[in-house]
């Protein structure tokens, strides 16, 4: 397992737009099974993109405890946005804050996997979520810049 540095908000980086990867080297393989492992080892951690482990490229792995398990994209890009759902959304990078966003309650994503073979998924509810907020993160964008009505919380950190 290896775990990489989870870059915190304040860092110009998360405000970068990432760049699509061109191909899928081992090098890319290693950055997903790092990101995953980093993803897993954090407190609560659903979803993680590369720009928060500091590499501008297209690609962030979810898990948000569902049938799907682990879910891998390269390139992604949300081809379908339905309707809209309201969750309490927080971010590695963004510690000891949480917010409401307003989020697609369904969507649908295109993208590659490790084997460079394209897919395609619909998603809802906490999934479509998570997928947003991930996407997000390739564009620079922070869940606290879409907090409903500005307003963020404070929550406290709880140590296990
Ligand atoms: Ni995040």
């Known amino acids: 397992m290896s775990l990489r540095n989870v870059v915190i908000e304040g860092d110009p980086i998360l405000r970068k737009k990432s760049r699509p990867v061109d191909e899928i080297t081992p090098r890319i393989l290693k950055l997903l099974d790092d990101m995953a492992d980093?993803?897993?080892?954090?407190?609560?951690?659903?979803?993680?993109?590369?720009?928060?482990?500091?590499?501008?490229?297209?690609?962030f792995v979810v898990d948000v405890g569902d049938e799907h398990g682990k879910i891998?994209?390269?390139?992604?890009?949300?081809?379908?946005?339905e309707g809209t759902q309201t969750f309490c959304e927080g971010c590695l990078s963004v510690p000891g804050k949480n917010a409401e966003v307003e989020r697609p309650e369904k969507i649908k994503v295109k993208a590659l996997?490790?084997?460079?073979?394209?897919?395609?998924?619909?998603?809802?509810?906490?999934?479509?979520?998570?997928?947003?907020?991930?996407?997000?993160?390739?564009?620079?964008?922070?869940?606290?810049d879409k907090a409903i009505n500005g307003v963020i919380n404070t929550v406290e950190e709880t140590e296990e």
């Open 113 to 144: 996997d490790r084997e460079g073979k394209e897919f395609e998924l619909e998603a809802d509810g906490l999934l479509a979520v998570c997928i947003c907020h991930e996407y997000d993160h390739l564009e620079g964008i922070l869940f606290i």
């Open 72 to 81: 891998e994209f390269i390139n992604p890009e949300i081809t379908y946005r």
């Open 38 to 59: 980093t993803m897993y080892y954090e407190n609560r951690g659903i979803g993680i993109a590369a720009p928060q482990v500091g590499v501008l490229r297209r690609v």
